[in-house]
């Protein structure tokens, strides 16, 4: 997928039931135009994907899994795969701060994950980002290139020109403390670099760079307009249809100028 599309994903963590998710996108594709330069993805709860899979119109909206096991079948009790979600999901959310801080997911999980995504045809975006206590230790730039390598080590230039990589700091996630665009700007450009160096020129340009933590509909447009940015991963905002719709309209005005 080229860069010339802004990515705005809406990650819902464990929030809304199956009806609610329903009611959502809804209201959601009456308040959305269908945008041609921005592609919108919604991550719901696993439980709801099926039935939000059925009422989609994926021209409007595609989906993304919030996580997923890395075997393809067997015996993993309540566990599901990538196998599972294939053709049901476009995109995976791999390497969450959350699934790396709560649930003690390491490089090795991010990397099986990458690699089952790919597997799948779903395609991956790694989450990546530094504590506060890794900032103020001024390790931002190593968190990062250790995550990347912890995620894509295992996969050819050529898999790797359709990655996502999110940078979300961890301090900022469902916080209020957002990240300063120049924050986001060092970032980008220490994950590109990464990657050049990793994967070649070639990948380094063409792979989306989102930025995600406290993202809100007033500071959406400032990391739209930044060069090397090409969307955003929102929590909390994502939650309430109409702030969400607005991001996705300053996605499409961010595009015009
Ligand atoms: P937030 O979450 O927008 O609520 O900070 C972002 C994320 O966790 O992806």
């Known amino acids: 997928m080229a860069r010339d599309k802004k990515l705005i994903i809406g990650n819902w963590k464990m929030n809304l039931n199956v009806h609610e998710a329903s009611l959502y996108l809804n209201k959601l594709e009456k308040t959305v135009k269908s945008h041609r330069n921005v592609e919108v993805v919604l991550a719901p709860t696993l439980l709801a994907i099926q039935t939000l899979s059925l009422q989609v119109n994926l021209r409007q909206f595609k989906l993304a899994a919030q996580n997923f096991y890395w075997r393809d079948y067997g015996a993993f009790t309540g566990e599901v795969s990538a196998a599972q979600l294939r053709g049901v999901v476009n995109y995976g959310l791999i390497g969450h701060s959350e699934r790396r801080h709560i649930f003690h997911e390491n490089d090795k999980d991010t990397r099986a994950?990458?690699?089952?995504?790919?597997?799948?045809?779903?395609?991956?975006?790694?989450?990546?980002?530094?504590?506060?206590?890794?900032?103020?230790?001024?390790?931002?730039?190593?968190?990062?290139?250790?995550?990347?390598?912890?995620?894509?080590?295992?996969?050819?230039?050529?898999?790797?020109?359709?990655?996502?990589?999110?940078?979300?700091?961890?301090?900022?996630?469902?916080?209020g403390d957002n990240a300063t665009t120049s924050d986001v700007l060092a970032a980008s450009r220490a994950i590109r670099a990464q990657l050049k160096h990793l994967f070649g020129a070639k990948v380094s340009q063409e792979a989306r760079i989102l930025y995600g933590g406290s993202v809100t509909a007033e500071s959406a447009a400032s990391y739209l307009s930044l060069a090397g940015v090409d969307g955003l991963l929102i929590g909390g905002a994502s939650l309430d249809a109409v702030a969400f719709s607005d991001i996705i309209e300053k996605a499409f005005e961010s595009d015009k100028k």
């Open 113 to 175: 994950k990458v690699q089952a995504a790919i597997r799948n045809d779903i395609t991956p975006v790694l989450c990546i980002g530094e504590t506060a206590a890794e900032r103020a230790a001024g390790e931002m730039v190593d968190i990062l290139h250790d995550q990347l390598i912890g995620g894509l080590a295992n996969i050819t230039s050529e898999e790797a020109s359709d990655i996502v990589i999110a940078y979300e700091p961890v301090w900022a996630i469902g916080t």
